[in-house]
């Protein structure tokens, strides 16, 4: 019976298309404006959960070694709110194993979080109706909530005056399109960032002078690329995806202090993109919070875009293409 015992749970990283980038309200994890992504079918994080009667205090494992320091606290404080939802206390054994490097900008959170919503309600015995789990998620990581869907997915922002804010804001997954899209993933540096996303928000909400202008472009955008991709118009989903990527960087970069996730091998990869394309190949950058560029292709350009990107010194480029959303693997007994 979930609930009772221990909970397996895999999820993958999504990559925003119109990011997320900025919230209004930091405790319960509300965003300034919607935002749209894509659930990857690489790099999946899994996540198991036991609860234990007899231990006073969760342990986290991660990729095989006990954690005690900031990952573990964020873990303890989600799982805190979840018992408080569920009218539970015992405490946890978490292990989780990702396949993506952690804090590079490659989305380890997202899938991070969507696992670990997934596998903390079905051991407590919370609903994991897959809305209600993504307001969950979003409480470990506001990218999370997209994590919870396969394919494409919008998380709403909610209205600032809705009675309950909470619940506005959750992620929903986007009829079908046609377009049958590739990110290729150019992996350039894959240690921890310099400035978490966390702070790095923060930062740019408080002092960046671009902020609200690239806010109020998210927003158009937003609508734009739903009417885009439910028409499969590859073109502006593309140039919309990486306007709205090298804005948000842009809002960072002017904050004070600056917060710099483009490296010189960034550039690089970007200038690769722009080449691409006065080719005629269709390619669009788009970045998050690390020096790594997914770019953005039709799924039957991607092993052309990858063999590309693969010439560059020192970039590994992994194709990856629309993936499915967290699913419960097993109960463990
Ligand atoms: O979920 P967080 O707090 O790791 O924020 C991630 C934000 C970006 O990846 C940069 C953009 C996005 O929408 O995923």
Not at 72 to 98: K, P, Q, W, Y
Not at 285 to 310: F, H, I, Q
Request: proline content about 6%.
């Amino acid at each position: 019976m979930p609930g009772s015992d221990g909970c397996v749970a895999v999820a993958h990283p999504n990559i925003a298309l119109v990011k997320y980038w900025g919230k209004r309200d930091e405790d319960l994890v509300l965003p300034c404006a919607d935002s749209l992504s894509m659930t990857l079918d690489v790099f999946p994080t899994t996540t198991e959960i036991r609860l234990v009667d007899c231990q006073a205090q969760d342990v986290v494992i991660v990729d095989g070694a006990v954690d005690r320091g900031a990952t573990a606290r964020r873990i303890t404080g989600f799982l805190d709110l979840v018992r408080e939802r569920a009218g539970r206390s015992e405490a946890a054994v978490v292990a989780t194993r990702n396949t993506v490097p952690v804090g590079a900008g490659l989305a380890s959170s997202a899938s991070g979080f969507a696992a670990l919503a997934l596998a903390a309600a079905s051991a407590y015995g919370l609903p994991v109706e897959p809305v209600e789990l993504s307001r969950l998620a979003r409480r470990g990581s506001g990218s999370a909530a997209r994590s919870i869907f396969g394919g494409f997915a919008i998380w709403h922002a909610g209205a600032p005056d809705a009675p309950d804010p909470d619940l506005a804001s959750y992620a929903e997954p986007l009829a079908k399109t046609t377009l049958d899209l590739a990110l290729v993933a150019a992996l350039l540096e894959t240690g921890p960032k310099p400035v978490s996303s966390r702070e790095a928000m923060r930062r740019t909400v408080k002092t960046s002078p671009l902020f609200s202008d690239w806010l109020g472009m998210a927003r158009g955008d937003c609508t734009v690329m739903r009417e885009a991709l439910a028409r499969g118009d590859i073109a502006t989903v593309g140039a919309i995806a990486e306007r709205n990527a090298l804005g948000m960087h842009q809002t960072m970069e002017s904050a004070v202090p600056p917060v710099h996730y483009r490296t010189p091998a960034s550039h690089r990869v970007l200038e690769e993109v722009h080449r691409m394309r006065a080719h005629g190949l269709q390619a669009w950058a788009t970045m998050d919070a690390g020096p790594n560029v997914k770019v953005l292709c039709a799924s039957d350009d991607a092993e052309r875009v990858a063999c590309v990107l693969r010439q560059l010194s020192g970039c590994v480029a992994v194709v990856a293409r629309s993936g499915p959303g967290a699913t419960l693997d097993k109960t463990v007994r």
